[in-house]
């Protein structure tokens, strides 16, 4: 399971949600995280939409969008997503 995160360097809640998505990855060490930087890949955020930072995707292995948040995330959402991208 991929979980992207899109983030940008300004952005004081992206923090917080490395945070929750460590803590994720700690509890599911299937999940591989993956940070955009929304001002160094601006290409990659446009074509996922992204509107905000912090938002975080969480995807199957096949790449099936299964969860999409912007803002922080509680962790029980982020594993409760994980349990759907098995």
């Not at 899109?6 to 990855?25: M, P």
Request: proline share 5%.
């Amino acid at each position: 399971m991929i979980v992207d995160l899109y983030s940008s360097s300004f952005c004081g809640a992206c923090s917080a949600t490395r945070a929750v998505l460590d803590e994720a990855a700690r509890l599911v060490p299937a999940a591989r995280v993956v940070e955009w930087n929304v001002a160094l890949d601006p290409e990659a955020a446009e074509a996922e939409r992204i509107a905000s930072t912090p938002t975080v995707i969480v995807r199957r292995e096949d790449g099936t969008e299964v969860f999409r948040a912007e803002g922080v995330p509680t962790i029980q959402r982020v594993l409760g997503a994980l349990a759907l991208a098995v």
